[in-house]
């Protein structure tokens, strides 16, 4: 009884204390989230959008300073675009960006291929078999990535898993080199990902009105059909949500094409870590990092808010 009075009492306070800052436990809750981009999203973003400003110079830190004292209590700012417009003109960072698109965009698509029939299977199956279905999805995370990334490349390699299978059914004579190319890429990232798209398809596909489908069926509706007017123009939303999820990680990845890809498989991010670590010209590499969000944000953005008018939300 002592602690429950106690336990009152805190609570009160903590209400009591919110509701002299001129916050209410709703406002609270929502300003978690805004809180949570403040500090996660927005002043990294700041912070490496001040570097791709400044200029590259030899000394730690290796840029120079925006603001700097010039006499006492006056400050001259020094700003320069020079590192987007070098970005911009070089060869190197376009192709590495549409490289990446490419990648990311053809990645994408074989996940949808194969995520697709699995989260159809998962929505279909009997309910007592999904949790443990979903958690066969969900059991690699529970392993490194990099060690995963690490294991395709004992199963790629000329001595490797699939070419010694492929030679032993007598598909092949030779082994085929797919270490280090392209589609080394292809296969791990479509497989590290392969998650992000049968999580949202199944929330999707498993919330369908199944009474639509029978009712279809009552109608001479053949299942074919009915999959193609009724189930895949209703999984749409799952679909976007999964290709997102996907492609906006695949863009920007750096392990699995240094890994995997080899030296010909150029793409944003192995460009971005070079300017970062080996040729330490901070500047330029925050530049291909900030031009590498826009990218991404602002076509994200647009859709969403075209969503949100079709759907009558403002």
């Known amino acids: 009884m002592a602690e429950t009075v106690q336990s009152e009492m805190r609570h009160t306070g903590f209400l009591g204390l919110l509701q002299r800052v001129g916050l209410s436990g709703r406002a609270l809750v929502v300003s978690v989230p805004y809180a949570w981009l403040l500090l996660f999203f927005l002043v990294p973003f700041l912070i ?17 300073s925006l603001i700097e004292n010039v006499e006492d209590l006056k400050y001259q700012i020094t700003v320069t675009f020079y590192n987007f417009h070098y970005m911009v003109t070089d060869d190197l960072y376009i192709v590495a960006y549409l490289n990446s698109l490419k990648i990311a ?6 996940c949808l291929l194969l995520g697709y029939p699995v989260a159809y299977a998962i929505a279909k199956a009997d309910p ?16 490194s990535f990099l060690i995963r990334v690490y294991a395709w490349i004992g199963i790629l390699s000329n001595n490797g898993v699939l070419n010694n299978v492929l030679m032993w059914l007598g598909i092949i004579d030779q082994p085929l080199q797919i270490l280090y190319t392209p589609v080394a890429t292809y296969i791990g990232i479509t497989y590290s990902y392969l ?11 498993e919330k369908l009105d199944n009474t639509l489908l029978e009712a279809a069926a009552d109608l001479g509706c053949p299942p074919w ?22 492609f906006i990680p695949a863009t920007g990845e750096f392990v699995i094409p240094e890994l995997l890809g080899g030296p010909d498989t150029l793409m944003i991010g192995r460009t971005l ?7 330490r010209d901070w500047p330029l590499a925050s530049a291909v990092a900030v031009a590498l969000l826009l990218f991404l944000v602002v076509p994200i953005m647009i859709f969403q808010n075209v969503q949100g008018k079709q759907g009558g939300h403002p």
């Open 195 to 205: 998650p992000f798209m049968i999580l949202p398809l199944y929330s999707t596909l």
């Open 105 to 110: 965009f053809i990645s994408t698509i074989c």
């Open 48 to 64: 490496v959008l001040k570097i791709a400003l400044a200029e590259s110079q030899m000394a730690i830190p290796p840029f120079t």
């Open 128 to 143: 007592k078999w999904r949790a443990p279905l979903l958690m066969l999805v969900i059991l690699p995370f529970w392993t």
């Open 225 to 246: 059909k009915a999959f193609l007017t009724i189930t895949l123009p209703l999984s749409i939303p799952g679909m976007i949500a999964g290709a997102l999820l996907v």
């Open 273 to 279: 870590w070079t300017e970062f670590f080996n040729n």
